[in-house]
């Protein structure tokens, strides 16, 4: 499509927009009676930007005015006149790449799916147990069961929430259940043999683990975390993956007690007095 071919005349005239003008006719940017702009395509006469519709802007800056400060309007030299043919092409080809942008976003969803950048999906467990205990990984060979006493023991339990905690105010970190300190893989069995027959699956063992934390840390938490199971030599195995920090301080109800831990390298450090103070006001605001 030709833009702005050339600026055409029907007589001898002058090349300055006259009052009144510019009009657009069939293609055509009118600057006067006599003088036009030929091959100018309807949509980008009329294209905005900013608020203004620039091709007729440019040209009604320039052409005369009456009122209370009339003007004689500006007389186009071929500089402003090829110019203008260029603010036209330049418009054209803008329209052209935004309705290729416009079909290619609608390929792929719409405003604003198409921008939508899915997060990374969590990292498995064979890449997981490749990882020795950090800042934000550790290994819990069971939930709530003493593998030296062969029962259930408030104090493993314990120590697997207090890992949580220290996760939710540190701001994320993994939780590995079934695998030991030297990630040996132990699996589940041990948790689920301390239920009855008919409730040792992955939903019970889950439904146990969120009925602890929501009843010692706080249910409100659970947008921060989510728990997931996957199977390593056989054996299956809980990850509770710590997405981001607490939206406040979280603390490990031990009775009476409410103990605030935190994430210390590969430590589970418990902080009081004026460190959980100074903490909060460092992380929380």
Same mark, same amino acid.
């Given at each position: ?6 600026? !055409? ?23 006067? !009676? ?11 006469? %009329? ?6 519709? #620039? ?10 005015? &009456? ?36 079909? #290619? ?15 990374? @999906?969590?990292?498995?467990? %064979?890449?997981? $147990?490749?990882?020795?205990? &950090? ?5 819990? *060979? ?22 949580? #905690?220290?996760?939710?105010? !540190? ?17 589940? %069995? ?5 239920? !009855? @027959? ?14 602890? $934390? ?9 947008? *921060? ?36 831990? #935190?994430?210390? *390298? ?13 903490? $909060? ?5």
């Amino acid at each position: 499509m030709r833009c702005s071919k050339a600026f !055409s005349q029907r007589t001898a005239g002058a090349a300055d927009p006259a009052r009144g003008y510019p009009e657009y006719e069939n293609g055509k940017v009118m600057i006067n !009676s006599l003088r036009w702009f030929e091959d100018v395509p309807r949509e980008t006469w %009329e294209f905005h930007v900013g608020g203004y519709q #620039v091709c007729q802007k440019w040209l009604k800056d320039r052409a005369a005015k &009456g009122g209370m400060n009339p003007s004689p309007g500006r007389l186009l030299t071929d500089e402003d006149i090829l110019h203008y043919r260029r603010v036209v092409v330049a418009l054209t080809e803008t329209r052209r790449l935004m309705g290729e942008i416009d079909h #290619v976003i609608e390929q792929h969803g719409g405003w604003p799916d198409a921008f939508y950048l899915p997060p990374p @999906p969590p990292p498995t467990i %064979e890449q997981i $147990i490749q990882a020795d205990e &950090g800042q934000d990984l550790e290994y819990k *060979s069971t939930l709530q069961f003493d593998l030296k006493e062969g029962t259930k023991s408030k104090f493993v339990r314990k120590a697997t929430l207090k890992t949580i #905690v220290a996760f939710l105010n !540190s701001g994320s970190g993994s939780l590995v259940i079934g695998v030991s300190d030297d990630k040996k893989v132990v699996g589940l %069995e041990h948790d689920l043999s301390t239920m !009855s @027959p008919e409730r040792q699956s992955r939903e019970w063992f889950q439904q146990t683990l969120v009925n602890l $934390i929501n009843e010692q840390i706080g249910s409100e938490f659970a947008p *921060s975390y989510s728990i997931r199971f996957a199977r390593h030599e056989g054996k299956l195995v809980c990850i509770v993956d710590v997405k981001y920090r607490g939206p406040k301080p979280a603390y490990l109800k031990d009775n009476e007690a409410r103990e605030f831990y #935190v994430r210390t *390298s590969n430590v589970t450090k418990q902080l009081k007095g004026d460190e959980i103070a100074n903490y $909060i006001n460092t992380h929380w605001r």
